[in-house]
Nanobody, 127 residues
């Protein structure tokens, strides 16, 4: 059983930056594709970013390309989401997710493919 704990959320002004982190435990971290998803009030959960077990294959939602970066540290069992130039539309609860996919070259964008989820961290962007 993998446990995921997000941190780093908060309130930031538009144009600012935040760095989210997700600490994983209970499994071999390098066996997992790690993803970030978000859900705004009244809206469906949406894919934000993911990277594969090595971090060499990465996917980003079109809405965050050029602003967000995903990275991982397998030695510390952590995945990070660096969010720059934040917009009000980025306001949401951000969730870390894990999908067991050792040596997978591609990353999954659908939340249904992820087995483990964190509790989420709130990101609020003010104007």
């Amino acid at each position: 059983q993998v446990q995921l704990v997000e941190s780093g959320g908060g309130l930031v002004q538009a144009g600012g930056s935040l760095r989210l982190s997700c600490a994983a435990s209970g499994g071999t971290f390098s066996d997992y594709t790690m993803g970030w998803f978000r859900q705004a009030p009244g809206q469906a959960r949406e894919f934000v970013a993911a990277n594969n077990w090595s971090g060499h294959s990465t996917a980003l939602a079109d809405s965050v390309k050029g602003r967000f970066t995903i990275s991982r540290d397998n030695a510390k069992s952590r995945v990070h989401l660096q969010m720059n130039n934040l917009e009000r539309a980025d306001t949401a609860v951000y969730y870390c997710a894990a999908r067991r996919a050792p040596y997978a070259a591609a990353v999954a964008r659908s939340g249904y493919e992820y087995e483990y989820w964190g509790q989420g961290t709130q990101v609020t962007v003010s104007s």
